[in-house]
């Protein structure tokens, strides 16, 4: 007949490492950080969305006078051809969701 017995063993403790992540802002040339202040369409993954680009972070930016674009027209035109203002001075788009991005 077999016995369970308990025997001493030898384990290694492991230390896990963990870093925190700081948010920080470097002034870089290029991207979205040179459009500060002007007039910016973004593709998005379900809508296009034009405003005045205000804030960038890591996560997202920030749009005053938003507009939901819902046809174009000709991308060299220099007015859309169907947009409508977002019912807030404000709004946020997630930098994950834009696909790309230019000055009007």
């Known amino acids: 007949m077999k016995r369970m017995k308990q025997v001493p063993k030898t384990v290694e403790k492991v230390v896990e490492k963990i ?3 700081e948010t920080t802002f470097v002034e870089e040339e290029g991207g979205l950080l040179t459009l500060m202040g002007k007039k910016v369409n ?3 993954m379900n809508y296009n969305y034009q405003g005045i680009l205000t804030g960038v ?3 997202e930016i920030e749009l005053t ?3 939901v674009v819902f046809e174009t027209g000709a991308y060299d035109a220099k007015d859309l051809k169907y947009a409508e203002s977002i019912p807030k001075d404000k709004m946020f788009l997630r930098l994950s969701a834009i696909e790309a991005y230019w000055e009007q």
């Open 19 to 21: 870093t925190e992540m």
């Open 42 to 44: 973004f593709h998005a």
């Open 57 to 59: 972070n890591t996560t």
């Open 65 to 67: 006078h938003p507009k």
